[in-house]
């Protein structure tokens, strides 16, 4: 019973930020952006990544006889990597197809109609 009283002083006191969302959300949705435009440069650099990684075990497997074994390792790692890089991107890229989702369109936040 104790710790009921505080939280529901605090969510009492919450219920204007509650009503005033929309004018709290414009930072949210600006962050939320800059993350996914962040997300979306870095996955072409993973892929360039892991690419350069398994060109770097192929070099090692060729130049140096007692590094064999690590140049396949690094190899095989870096063909995992892609694998499941470009499946999942291609997964994905599937479920928005099916589901009819576009990729290129904006998400709008829910809000209650007539407050923005």
């Not at 650099?45 to 690590?70: E, H, M, Q, T, Y």
């Not at 140049?71 to 009819?100: D, P």
């Amino acid at each position: 019973m104790k710790i009921r009283t505080p939280l529901v002083s605090v969510l009492l006191l919450l219920t204007p930020s509650f009503v005033f969302a929309a004018t709290l959300m414009t930072p949210v949705i600006t962050f939320l952006n800059a993350v996914q435009t962040i997300l979306m440069n870095l996955i072409p650099l993973g892929i360039a990544v892991a690419l350069l990684a398994f060109f770097w075990g192929l070099i090692r497997f060729l130049r140096k006889s007692d590094a064999k074994a690590d140049g396949k390792n690094i190899m095989l790692w870096g063909i995992i990597t892609l694998f499941v890089m470009v499946s999942v991107w291609g997964i994905i890229t599937l479920a928005q197809g099916a589901l009819g989702i576009d990729a290129n369109a904006r998400v709008t936040a829910p809000h209650i109609p007539g407050i923005r």
